[in-house]
């Protein structure tokens, strides 16, 4: 299988650089899986299509502000971007990389120091000479992708974030879960279907680029996870009462995914939590053992996202409805609509 493939052209303008006024305003496009059509809705409309019985699981981790700004001595610009929250010394994506020597200081814009290191797997470590959680709240950035072509401002604090956000440590949003607002939860709730939370601390490892043509030859970085108790207890429950497990976003649908044997609908005895790192890759020809429907957003091409959605839909149909998409004029990406594959 080839990642030209899986590769679209979407008009720029399409591209969203502000959410909605209201999350649960945007469009929603839902894929009837089985009769193979779609139908255009509102991101509000979600109720009507889960049931009393059914369970809808998200992904409740919260985006840091990853994104710092500095100078060398010499005066050139520098931006730091965290792969994920370690202290002192952290993996990030440091451009210019190239011009940087290994223990050379980076001034940021609170005055603090960063060492430049040495080489990690994906980008350069910095050390940090304060404690980062202090770091964070004095200079750093919330880390919108760099598709959304501004600066940005202090609404994105809020608009990054879910509702449910609780447990930090993500370097990039989980954006299908955006659209959710406490009122919309609610109605979820009151017809009956069960609304339970993972974490995956989505970074690079979601994001990152697919840069080889066979696709099946592409690996994934690894995320930390965790599934608790009452999440397992919720999936083995919905599956005995034949109920459908709902994942929002793609995050979530791989810590589902990865955690298959322990969710089991025969599996015995009450749950009990589950955490470590996945690097869950999943790309068409995979088969899906706990996730029933997937809520998640329009997806960059050629990227692992888009191969998970591909997998979980069928590639034919999942580019059919990008195509409806961009002849409707939908909104793309982090900050745009969402679909409902069922």
Sequence with gaps: MKLSDFDYALPKELIAQ??????????????????????????SDIPEYLK???????????????????????????EIFLLEKKNPICEALVRPS??????????????????????????????FARPLDDILKEAGHIPLPPYIDRDDVDADETDYQTVFCASEGATASPTAGLHFTQGLLDRVSGIGCRVSFVTLHTNFGTFAPVKIEEIEKHRMHKEFFRLPAET????????????????VGTTSARVL??????????????????????????????????????????????????????A???????????????????????????????
């Design 18 to 43: 502000y959410p909605m006024k209201e999350r649960d305003g945007c469009r929603l496009l839902i894929l009837d899986r089985k009769a193979q059509t779609v139908c255009h809705r509102t991101f």
């Design 52 to 78: 009393k019985d059914d369970l809808l699981v998200l992904n409740d981790t919260k985006v840091i502000p990853a994104r710092f700004f500095g100078r060398r001595k010499t005066g050139g610009k520098v």
């Design 98 to 127: 190239a011009r940087l020597a290994e223990g050379e200081t980076i001034k940021l814009e609170s005055g603090d120091d960063v060492e430049v290191l040495g080489r990690g797997e994906v980008g350069r470590f910095v050390r």
């Design 232 to 247: 397992i207890d919720a999936v083995r429950e919905t599956k005995r009462a034949g109920g459908r497990v709902f994942a």
């Design 257 to 310: 995914e990865c955690c298959a044997d322990v969710l089991g609908a025969g599996s015995q005895g009450p749950g009990s939590s589950v955490s470590g790192y996945t690097d869950l890759y999943v790309f068409p020809g995979y088969n899906f053992k706990i996730v029933d429907g997937l809520i998640t957003n329009f997806h960059l091409p050629k990227s692992t996202l888009l191969l998970l959605v591909s």
């Design 312 to 342: 979980f839909a069928g590639k034919e149909f999942i580019f059919d409805a990008y195509r409806r998409a961009i002849e409707e004029r939908y909104r793309f990406f982090s900050y745009g609509d969402a679909m409902l594959i069922c």
